[in-house]
């Protein structure tokens, strides 16, 4: 599903150039729960960037879903997060003057679904999050779990091929957290391939597969004891 | 771009955002409302100054008599100048390029007129024909005073729209005998002036005006029109009358009080100068309004842009494309300017319109605005809102999502 070979990314600010990412190779299959660890300035969110197609790379090459992703222009950017990419941030991100419904439903909007039909599919998924009498509410009256929750359906409701989760429970408590992680597994049994970038060990540990990244580069990688 | 839903999404933005609309919105219908109030005004002035010179000729000259101030030839100051029919003839014979001139002498005090049991007191003046043209009246039935009238003194009269209403309300008049202080004209025509006060007068021939009420040769004033002459000629004209009247009159060319001429084509001339004035004015205050509601929308939409970045950011990782980001902005913006920019115009006319039938002064009647200039002028905001939000715009919608995510 996913597939790096010898990736490059470096930022230039100003004269400095930071090299972030120094050759990764990297296989992740169709339905994996993998998890990415490393500490601040590992290159980790910049490495989940480059996979969500939010941001691009230097040198050598990322496949997903067996299509080259290289010097794409927006449109088709902006084509392939909405059908084969779902993102769950930390800080949530949501829309702050739409209610939770129409933010589920937006990723539908970009796909061309009339309103009506966006919104009943949106509420589906809210039932599964157990949100649905939240439906109505503006992100600001819902908890932290409740807000990652919204996200979450959102990133689910246009059926993608890989989930990428940016420290989805970074902003969350510990119960919150491992209730957010249980619904990665359940999402993940559906065949969905799961990514998700953490520094906290016990998150990781739910997962299947462990990466270590390191200064930019893989430093070990092993199977998960689950 | 018709799309109903991209509408709906746009409306949601709106009903979700009132103070961000609100302001933009406000910018806007400010400017057009200032300036039609501004058009409407400008214009207003310059009816009613228009409106002052329409009610007698505009290229007309007027002399009237005065008492001389200066001594010449061993003549004392203080002597009354009198115009007779010599000057009428005179000036008919010697004065080159002048059209219309008619002498003029007013029945006073008595002006009583009546027809059977109806009686009213009006102005009663004898003039020549030319008094037609003079004092710019429009003939509604019958005819004005001709020469005929004037050269066997008939005793005719054309009475104005105040008169008739007055003797005759809705009865024929054409033809009827009023009594003026008490012998009987013969109405021959009705007319109507625009001057509230020249209208309220009847007209009949001088020179039966000098055989049955004043007698004697005497007229009060001299009154003509200059064809298309220009000021510098009128002025010429003038200057041909002073130099004449004082030598046949015996007064000091310099005497600026032996005779008054009234040049309309000199007042005209300095009022088309201040209307020239009063548009530039108005122009260019009407361009700063403009300019200031360009910068107000401009700025508005730099800092809505500069607030959505994350939202943008957001909507891109969702998949949004770089097009319906900045179509989501850009028709938001001008969706809000058009509206508000019809706003001020509808508030701006309807103020012109519920004021002006309560503005009754001489000098401002019809402030109405040019509805063209207005329309463009809310075109030329909506099209500079577009603009100040498509720069931005176009720059949110191209930076990375990342960077627009981390954009706190």
């Given at each position: 599903m996913i597939e790096l070979k010898g990736l490059h990314k470096s930022y230039i600010t100003g004269t400095n150039k930071l090299h972030v990412l120094k050759g990764l190779d990297m296989l992740i299959e169709?339905?994996?729960?993998?998890?990415?660890?490393?500490?601040?300035?590992?290159?980790?969110?910049?490495?989940?960037?480059?996979?969500?197609?939010?941001?691009?790379?230097?040198?050598?090459?990322?496949?997903?879903?067996?299509?080259?992703?290289?010097?794409?222009?927006?449109?088709?950017?902006?084509?392939?997060?909405?059908?084969?990419?779902?993102?769950?941030?930390?800080?949530?991100?949501?829309?702050?003057?739409?209610?939770?419904?129409?933010?589920?439903a937006l990723p539908l909007y970009y796909q061309g679904?009339?309103?009506?039909?966006?919104?009943?599919i949106a509420l589906e998924y809210l039932e599964k999050m157990g949100l649905k009498d939240w439906a109505e509410h503006m992100p600001n009256e819902l908890s932290g779990g409740q807000k990652q929750r919204v996200a979450i359906a959102r990133a689910m409701i246009s059926k993608p091929k890989v989930i990428l989760a940016d420290e989805p429970t970074g902003a969350l408590d510990t119960k919150t957290s491992l209730e957010v992680m249980d619904l990665f597994r359940e999402i993940n049994k559906d065949g969905i391939t799961m990514i998700i970038v953490t520094h906290e060990k016990d998150i990781s540990e739910k997962t299947d597969r462990i990466i270590h990244l390191r200064d930019g580069i893989i430093e070990s990688e092993f199977i998960s004891k689950n | 771009?018709?799309?109903?839903?991209?509408?709906?999404?746009?409306?949601?933005?709106?009903?979700?955002?009132?103070?961000?609309?609100?302001?933009?919105?406000?910018?806007v219908a400010w400017g057009i409302f200032m300036l039609i109030i501004l058009l409407g005004s400008g214009r207003g002035l310059e009816n009613g100054i228009q409106q002052q010179f329409e009610r007698d000729a505009s290229n007309s000259i007027w002399i009237y008599?005065?008492?001389?101030?200066?001594?010449?030839?061993?003549?004392?100051?203080?002597?009354r100048i009198r115009f007779t029919n010599d000057d009428f003839d005179y000036s008919k014979r010697e004065i080159k390029n002048i059209e219309n001139l008619s002498s003029r002498l007013s029945v006073f005090p008595q002006r009583n007129l009546s027809y059977k049991n109806e009686y009213g007191n009006f102005d009663i003046i004898g003039v020549h024909p030319g008094t037609k043209a003079l004092e710019n009246v429009d003939i509604l039935e019958g005819r004005f005073l001709n020469e005929i009238d004037v050269s066997s003194n008939r005793k005719v009269v054309a009475i104005s729209t105040d008169v008739k209403k007055a003797l005759f309300k809705d009865q024929p008049f054409l033809g009827e005998y009023i009594k003026i202080n008490n012998i009987p004209f013969k109405v021959i025509g009705l007319f109507e002036d625009?001057?509230?006060?020249?209208?309220?007068?009847?007209?009949?021939?001088?020179?039966?005006?000098?055989?049955?009420?004043?007698?004697?040769?005497?007229?009060?004033?001299?009154a003509f029109t200059t064809g298309d002459a220009s000021m510098k000629e009128s002025l010429e004209i003038e200057d041909e009358i002073r130099t004449n009247f004082a030598q046949r009159h015996n007064f000091s060319k310099d005497d600026q009080r032996a005779i008054y001429i009234n040049n309309n084509v000199e007042e005209y001339q300095k009022f088309q100068n201040l209307f020239a004035g009063i548009r530039l004015f108005v122009w260019i205050i009407g361009i700063g309004t403009i300019i200031a509601g360009i910068v107000g929308v401009s700025n508005i939409m730099l800092i809505v842009v500069k607030e959505r970045t994350k939202e943008i950011g957001i909507r891109k990782a969702i998949g949004a494309t770089p097009t319906s980001i900045i179509g989501l902005v850009l028709l938001e913006s001008i969706l809000i300017t058009s509206f508000a920019g019809y706003v001020g115009l509808v508030l701006g006319v309807g103020l012109l319109e519920l004021i002006s039938p309560h503005i009754q002064s001489d000098f401002f009647t019809n402030p109405e605005a040019d509805f063209r200039i207005a329309v463009s002028a809310t075109i030329l905001l909506v099209v500079s809102g577009a603009v100040a939000g498509f720069v931005p715009a176009r720059k949110a919608a191209k930076i990375k999502p990342v960077e627009a995510l981390r954009d706190e």
């Open positions: 169709q339905g994996e729960l993998v998890s990415i660890m490393g500490s601040s300035g590992s290159g980790k969110s910049t490495l989940l960037n480059v996979l969500g197609i939010l941001d691009s790379y230097d040198q050598g090459f990322y496949k997903l879903n067996n299509t080259l992703m290289s010097n794409l222009s927006e449109k088709k950017a902006a084509q392939y997060r909405n059908n084969m990419l779902g993102f769950v941030f930390q800080s949530f991100n949501l829309i702050s003057f739409k209610n939770a419904m129409e933010n589920v679904v009339s309103r009506k039909k966006r919104n009943s | 771009m018709f799309d109903i839903d991209k509408w709906q999404e746009i409306f949601a933005t709106i009903k979700k955002n009132k103070l961000r609309t609100f302001l933009t919105g406000f910018s008599r005065g008492q001389t101030s200066m001594p010449y030839k061993g003549l004392k100051p203080g002597r625009s001057s509230e006060r020249d209208n309220r007068r009847v007209y009949i021939p001088v020179s039966t005006t000098q055989k049955i009420f004043t007698g004697g040769r005497e007229i009060q004033n001299l």
